[in-house]
């Protein structure tokens, strides 16, 4: 007896459609899109002790060597040819004078983190305290660390004429809140969503190795330090460098790193990263990394702690950025 194939007709049910398949989800998009993550986690870490040492002695032992050797060059240019060993003396005196110039500039830049630093701990003290009198010490603070900027010229008159009405400590700090640090708040986050747009872009159009992780370091640092400067910091390249690791390492210590379901989810439409490729989706995961970095920059160079203003929310702040950019649900 042949038996051939049986076909069985299920009633009731439609038929399979291939097309209609919903697309697998590339669950490895946020965890590979690590980029803002690695950097982060990398920077965060204080080098030991040895290897501070190790640099230190190495960067004053290039300098001793350095140094003698140009001594031992102009003196004998000197012996040998008096002309030009005066053009080399000065040469090198010109350049330790603008090594100099440098280097009160990078401790002015010091001076101004440590100020914004001593501005925002009196701020909590005297919210926590409800301390008028040092409330007050803090408004004259900020005015002279303000002193001369016009974008906040009318935020300073509002505050002038307000403040002698005002006899409690919340009230008072509030008040510099919402008029003094209202536009600086607004000019940081542009950059922030300016940052986060540029990483996100890079990462998901530009197919080169380690494009995604040079381009978060540069956008990252260059808006930390605009951040930095909107609010009064104006950090030279070690101050940046010491701000950025104040930074990371606050992101790394508090877990807001983790990019969640939630996040994505809100900003991508619901499901981005299965309906579009790979790269869009880290493009997402980094440009919120960015907004993040960017959001714990303004609390760190922020003269108040944020109190009678919202902290910026970090979807919104993405969803700004990136409307448009990968398309909506």
């Known amino acids: 007896m042949t038996r051939g194939p049986i076909l069985i007709d299920l009633d009731g049910q439609d038929n399979a459609r291939p097309d209609a398949a919903p697309a697998v989800p590339d669950t490895d998009a946020a965890s590979q899109a690590a980029a803002m993550q690695r950097l982060a986690v990398v920077a965060s870490h204080r080098p030991s002790r040895l290897a501070r040492w190790f640099w230190s002695l190495a960067l004053l032992l290039t300098g001793f060597v350095v140094s003698l050797a140009a001594w031992d060059y102009v003196t004998g240019l000197l012996a040998r040819a008096p002309l030009l060993g005066w053009i080399a003396t000065v040469l090198v005196g010109l350049l330790l004078l603008v090594v100099l110039v440098i280097g009160l500039r990078e401790l002015a830049a010091f001076g101004r983190l440590r100020k914004l630093d001593a501005v925002q701990v009196s701020a909590s003290d005297a919210l926590v305290s409800n301390d008028l009198k040092a409330a007050r010490s803090v408004i004259a603070a900020l005015n002279n660390l303000y002193a001369g900027r016009a974008d906040v010229t009318w935020g300073k008159a509002e505050l002038a004429q307000r403040q002698a009405d005002t006899l409690d400590a919340d009230a008072l700090l509030g008040l510099a809140e919402t008029t003094l640090l209202s536009p600086l708040d607004a000019r940081a986050m542009r950059e922030v969503e300016a940052a986060a747009r540029q990483v996100a872009m890079v990462t998901a159009f530009v197919p080169l190795a380690l494009a995604d992780l040079i381009t978060a370091l540069t956008a990252n640092l260059r808006m930390i330090r605009r951040i930095a400067e909107i609010y009064g910091g ?59 970095v960017g959001v714990a920059a303004i609390e760190v160079c922020r003269p108040l702690p944020f109190h009678a203003t919202p902290r910026p929310s970090v979807t919104a702040l993405v969803r700004r950025a990136l409307t448009g950019l990968f398309g909506t649900a």
Do not use: M, P, Q, Y
């Open 234 to 292: 104006r950090a030279g390249t070690l101050g940046s460098w010491r701000l950025t690791r104040g930074v990371l390492t606050h992101l790394v210590a508090t877990g807001a790193l983790a990019v969640g379901d939630d996040l994505i989810g809100t900003i991508a439409g619901g499901g981005i990263l299965a309906k579009v490729s790979r790269r869009f989706g880290e493009g997402v995961v980094n440009g919120a990394l960015t907004a993040r």
